[in-house]
């Protein structure tokens, strides 16, 4: 009795992953979607990347948008999504695989916290 308790408990957060899994499916076979801003999120993430590793923490100034001109980018776009594509990019990632493993983090992530609510709410 005990074992199938723990089944039909962990039963459900399979199926969640297993719904996030498939929804990563495209990001997992053919890499990031080409849209118009994706390229500005790549840059991003490089340029907050090569802050950290001068030790700015939360830099205000990219030097390297703009055409090298610089840019205040971080003061007008929340950065905070892009750290731990950074993160992951300072680990040995390509800044694309990083950012591609986020996203699919989150396409899991998702579901998951859907699970957590409803479980709670039920």
């Known amino acids: 009795m005990l074992s199938r308790l723990r089944v039909s408990q962990v039963t ?16 997992l076979t ?5 849209g118009t801003d ?11 990347l090569r ?3 001068q030790g700015i ?3 205000r100034w990219s030097f390297d948008l703009a055409y090298g001109f610089g840019y205040p980018v971080f003061n007008y776009y929340a950065s905070l999504s892009y750290y731990p594509a950074a993160g992951l990019a ?4 390509s800044v694309v695989d ?9 396409y899991i992530a998702q ?8 479980r709670e709410e039920l």
């Open 12 to 27: 459900p957060l399979l199926a969640a992953v297993a719904v996030g899994l498939i929804a990563a499916q495209p990001l």
């Open 30 to 34: 053919y890499s990031l979607p080409r």
């Open 38 to 48: 994706t390229l500005y999120h790549l840059q991003r993430a490089a340029s907050l």
């Open 51 to 53: 802050a950290l590793e």
């Open 57 to 59: 923490l939360y830099p």
């Open 90 to 93: 300072a680990l040995g990632l």
């Open 98 to 106: 990083a950012i591609t493993a986020l996203a699919v983090a989150l």
């Open 111 to 118: 579901p998951v916290g859907m699970w957590l609510w409803l």
